[in-house]
């Protein structure tokens, strides 16, 4: 992994207030839909303030993990679907432990394309709705399936949403158990992923407390975000944000590819 460019301290107070809006929209979103922060936060990042995919992989962290435990907090009552998806997971967690060990191994425009690509495939997945269906007496062999595969790409990208989050969508469960399941698979994903930063020396002190520091937009956006989904359908700000988001996605592969 090429780490000669990283944003240092002095660098990171001068873009502030564009960093501080960058989380508190990805918090909103995350608020409305029940997930998304990455999808907004590392592109604005990489592609807005040049910051380096792991480096914006560490600052994401600590807003992701306070938000997802709001989101479990909110939603606790929802626990006994465990008993159903825990294969999910499990896979999820085991695969994603071993492919996080490859991330100081990849080159960086390669990462970068890994990011752009993965982000293409969510959204665009997320775009087309259901596109599975509940797989009945099969339904234990997909969700280790859906779980090793986002695992697999989780632990090198930090999007490890796809494609779980669709077979849960698919699966039937209420609006208030995926969001339970959801926060619990990208909390605990998010532990796996900032324990494989951390070993790899791929996140230092000043990432944490950079990381620390965008907890208050980021919550502040969540319950905006919440506001808004309380009274207001979100379908025209999801349709906007969705070609926004792709947009980011292609522009973070083709910046990746040119560069190889």
Known sequence: MHQDKIMV????????PWIALVFAASGAVKGISGF?????????????????????????LVSGFATN??????HRREWPVLGRLWPLLVSLLVTMAISVQFLSYLDG??????????TMIAILSQWWGKWTT????????VLVASGFFSGLFGGMTSFYGFPSLQVLLASGIQRETFVFMASLILLSG?????????????MNQIDLLISLLMLIPAVGGLYLGQFIQRRL????????????????????????????
Do not use: C
């Open 9 to 16: 301290w002095t660098d990171f107070l001068a873009v502030l």
């Open 36 to 60: 998304g922060m990455p999808y907004v936060a590392m592109p604005g990042m990489i592609i807005g303030l040049q910051v380096p995919v792991t480096q914006a992989m560490g600052w994401v």
């Open 69 to 74: 435990i709001v989101q479990l907090i909110q």
């Open 109 to 118: 425009d390669a990462l970068l394309m890994l990011v752009g690509g993965m």
């Open 134 to 141: 509940s797989p009945g007496r099969f339904e234990k062999p």
């Open 190 to 202: 998010g532990l796996v992923l900032g324990s494989g930063l951390g070993m790899q020396g791929l």
């Open 233 to 260: 359908s979100p379908r025209g700000f999801n349709a906007v944000l969705t070609v926004t988001i792709l947009g980011m996605g292609f522009s973070m592969f083709l910046r990746g590819l040119s560069a190889l």
